[in-house]
């Protein structure tokens, strides 16, 4: 059963940075794709970015464009998310996933539902203004 260690969580000041990293415990696919999502207390959990390994596709929210990068370091198993220029509202608890996947499929409303995802624990992250 593969695992899903996000880190780098944190609090900081509204305009400030963090890099989260969701680390793999094996490898998954070569047709992978991964993604982060963030969800408040209450609220449904929202998609962040998704990244699909070959070709090196991205998606982001509107609400993250400009100010987050996804990226991933494949030889490490590593997904990682740059967060520049932070916003109170950033506040959430931060997910990844990663499954195998198709790049329609990766990029769809629903591979986020595919019951074949691996997902992490979560890591913490609050801005304050």
């Known amino acids: 059963q593969v695992q899903l260690v996000e880190s780098g969580g944190g609090s900081v000041q509204a305009g400030g940075s963090l890099r989260l990293s969701c680390a793999a415990s094996?490898?998954?696919?070569?047709?992978?794709?991964m993604g982060w999502f963030r969800q408040l207390p209450g609220k449904e959990r929202e998609e962040v970015a998704r990244?699909?390994?070959?070709?090196?596709?991205?998606y982001y929210a509107d609400s993250v464009k400009g100010r987050f990068t996804v990226s991933q370091d494949n030889a490490k198993n590593t997904l990682y998310l740059q967060m520049n220029s932070l916003k109170p509202e950033d506040t959430a608890v931060y997910y990844c996933?990663?499954?195998?996947?198709?790049?329609?499929?990766?990029?769809?409303?629903?591979?986020?539902?595919?019951?074949?995802?691996?997902w992490g624990q979560g890591t913490q992250v609050t801005v304050s203004s």
């Open positions: 990244i699909y390994a070959r070709g090196n596709l991205t």
């Open positions: 996933a990663a499954g195998d996947s198709s790049p329609y499929e990766c990029f769809s409303v629903s591979w986020r539902l595919k019951p074949s995802n691996y």
């Open positions: 094996a490898y998954i696919s070569r047709n992978l794709c």
